[in-house]
């Protein structure tokens, strides 16, 4: 709709000058829409960008923890070499005491028999004794022996209680051994998860830093969309002012305000006259006289003289008419001759 004409017939404009208005209520609403579609699209680009900084700093934070998994797996696969070595040393020594356990067994056995010799021996000396068979002396020293003889036993005795309570504690120390064998191949289990887990972090953290880098690609496309729509709704805004396209003065107004016009309908009539084109036509045997840039004088209706320059010369004639065309640019300064006189 033709909102408002801003000249009438008569009136001088310049380049570029505002003419008359269109009705901008519908392309200002457009490019009100366009203009908030760009501002979205451009922060869509920068939640992109911060969402692709953020998968970044995931991908190396899990990288980082990633090396931490790796040496707790390991860490416990050497409690297992550990603990399996150390299971292997008390079997060891559980074998040593073991033997010393039988040597200790056979001591004592060897003890408690010659005791039971040397008291039975005993016994008969004492008899001979009482009978006057044999001395005194020789009653002392079977006693003597009996005595050793009950020495022996205790010391055997002892060394197999000591034998014995080593044995239990070298079995103690392989059971030990065994249950941190266990614990470390479950810590090793455990590990070798929490590991393959990361692992599965760590993909899925770089998977989410590609997808995110295609987000911001895809934004940063929809920014040059959301510019472009934006760019052709200014356009198409800027076409409701009809402007001048040369200095002139106003013809005709064939529009009223508040008519609805369609493209190309004119609105204003608008001539160019300074300076101003005239065409002359001029027979062909003159036409061979007149060159271009030739002085030629030009007289109005009125009786005014006036000096232009030939600008240009048809390069054909007329077959009918035997006449051609001949253009010359009049300066008019201050605009006195106009369109038609």
């Known amino acids: 709709i033709l909102q ?16 008359a208005r269109l009705d901008t209520r519908q392309s200002a609403h457009e490019t009100a829409e366009k203009a908030a579609m760009a501002t979205m699209a451009r922060q ?17 934070q899990a990288h980082a923890e990633l090396a931490g998994k790796q040496g707790a797996l390991d860490e416990a696969r050497a409690l297992v070499t550990s603990a399996t070595e150390e299971k292997a040393s008390s079997e060891a020594a559980l074998r040593a005491t073991e033997a010393q356990l039988t040597s200790a067994q056979a001591e004592k056995q060897a003890a408690q028999a010659d005791r039971v010799y040397w008291q039975q021996q005993l016994a008969r000396s004492k ?17 003597a022996q009996t ?4 020495a022996k036993v205790q010391q055997a005795e002892a060394k197999l209680a000591e034998v014995t309570a080593m044995v239990q504690a070298a079995q103690s120390a392989r059971k030990k ?22 692992n599965a972090h760590v993909q899925a953290s770089t998977a989410a ?6 987000k911001v690609d895809q934004s940063r496309s929809g920014v040059v969309q959301a510019g472009a729509a934006l760019q052709a709704a200014q356009i198409n805004q800027g076409f409701s002012e009809i402007r001048a396209e040369s200095e002139g003065v106003v013809l005709q107004r064939l529009i009223s305000p508040g008519t609805l016009v369609s493209p190309g309908q004119v609105v204003l009539k608008v001539a160019q006259i300074r300076p101003l084109r005239l065409q002359a036509t001029v027979t062909e045997s ?8 030739a002085r030629v004088q030009l007289q109005s209706k009125h009786g005014k003289s006036f000096a232009a320059r030939i600008t240009s010369i048809s390069p054909q ?5 035997r006449t051609g065309t001949v253009e010359a640019l009049v300066p008019n300064q201050g605009g006195r001759l106009l369109p038609g006189q």
Request: aromatic content about 2%; glycine content about 6%; charged content about 25%.
């Open 44 to 60: 869509g680009v920068s939640v992109a960008e911060a969402e692709k900084t953020q998968a970044e700093q995931e991908v190396h």
């Open 317 to 321: 004639v007329d077959p009918v008419s």
């Open 286 to 293: 003159d036409l061979a006289r007149i060159k271009v840039g």
């Open 4 to 19: 408002k004409v801003l000249v009438y017939p008569g009136d001088r404009v310049v380049r570029g000058q505002h003419l």
């Open 147 to 150: 005595a050793s003889a009950d």
């Open 209 to 214: 830093v590609a997808t995110a880098a295609r």
């Open 127 to 143: 008899k001979l004794y009482d009978a006057g068979a044999i001395s005194g002396e020789e009653l002392q020293r079977d006693t």
């Open 177 to 198: 051994a065994e249950a941190q064998i266990t614990a470390a191949r479950a810590k090793v289990a455990m590990a070798q998860s929490e590991l393959d887990a990361h």
